[in-house]
């Protein structure tokens, strides 16, 4: 559920075009401009909007946005004007390629494979493939941890179904397996990872419930108490995504505001921008849960300038 405000009557394609080459001529930039269109089209108008600058400039708006603006406000728009398979191929390659890159930064490859459907992570494994001239899997072993690329590689190259189907009998049994693995501190099995990587969500969610029915404790809480390291991290992070991707967007969002002077630009910005036009609604309900305060609130205070006229368009706050 999308929170921004779109108009009533939106212009043309070819009306918001020449606007936004207006705004990006010269040696400044009308950013005001920018937030004000983009900042209120939806996925399709935006697409228009992409072609009609290309057919009338010859040039890429999205080229136009990368050599104009700078810093956060520039990553951010740029990832909102790219299409959603484009979008996260790029969080995906950069959360790859960090020089120093932490375990919670490869939280983006988890979403992509768990918090969307499995239409759109092959949609991603193509854009990846097409940007980047090498495979998803492939940039992943090349990339991460030995103890992480088993279950990373399972995620993203799967197909899920994703018919609302479920078998109690393969929940109570997938629940037995992963309870003896997490029991014995296996959590690399290959039972675990391939049953997180395989089972459709609805079936996947049925045997979560089946493991606190039995066992009288929440699956991720369970595999906390296993082990604290990398690959528990980000098994607890495949469950949440899974089972309640609202309430891990929620809490991607409170770990990157934390303070006005230490405020994680980039995890606050996937966040928005991926989410905006999903359930950005429902994460707004579970920060307030999680933290007693609105959202719009949060980002005004920890982020400024037309970057947080843009994110607070994109969630539908007033600024």
């Given at each position: 559920?999308?929170?921004?405000?779109?108009?009533d009557s939106a212009p043309s394609p070819t009306q918001d075009s020449e606007r936004l080459s207006r705004a990006l001529q010269g040696r400044g930039v009308d950013e005001n401009v920018l937030v004000w269109i983009l900042g209120h089209r939806n996925a399709f108008q935006r697409k228009e909007i992409k072609e009609t600058y290309q057919q009338l400039y010859k040039e890429s708006i999205i080229y136009r946005l990368h050599s104009k603006l700078s810093g956060a406000l520039k990553k951010a728009m740029v990832l909102w004007m790219n299409e959603a398979p484009e979008r996260d191929a790029i969080l995906a390659h950069k959360a790859l390629n960090r020089k120093w890159k932490k375990v919670n930064q490869l939280q983006a490859l988890v979403e992509i494979a768990c918090a969307s459907s499995p239409h759109h992570v092959m949609a991603v494994r193509r854009a990846y493939c097409s940007l980047y001239e090498c495979s998803l899997e492939e940039d992943i072993v090349s990339n991460v941890s030995?103890?992480?690329?088993?279950?990373?590689v399972s995620l993203v190259s799967s197909y899920r179904h994703d018919r609302v189907f479920v078998e109690l009998n393969i929940a109570k049994s997938d629940a037995a397996k992963l309870h003896e693995a997490i029991e014995k501190k296996q959590l690399d099995n290959d039972d675990v990872v391939w049953i997180l990587a395989t089972r459709n969500v609805f079936q996947l969610k049925a045997t979560f419930g089946c493991y606190k029915q039995r066992y009288k404790v929440a699956i991720d809480q369970a595999i906390n108490s296993s082990g604290n390291g990398d690959l528990s991290f980000m098994l607890r992070t495949v469950i949440l995504c899974i089972d309640f991707p609202e309430k891990h967007f929620a809490e991607v969002i409170r770990a990157s505001t934390v303070g006005q002077w230490n405020?994680?630009?980039d995890s606050l910005t996937r966040a928005i921008v991926t989410r905006a036009e999903i359930d950005i609604k429902k994460i707004k309900g579970e920060y307030f849960k999680m933290s007693n305060t609105n959202l719009d609130d949060v980002v005004t205070r920890v982020v400024s300038g037309v970057y947080r006229d843009f994110l607070m368009a994109l969630i539908g706050g007033k600024f």
């Open positions: 559920m999308a929170s921004m405000k779109l108009p030995t103890s992480l690329q088993k279950l990373l405020t994680d630009k």
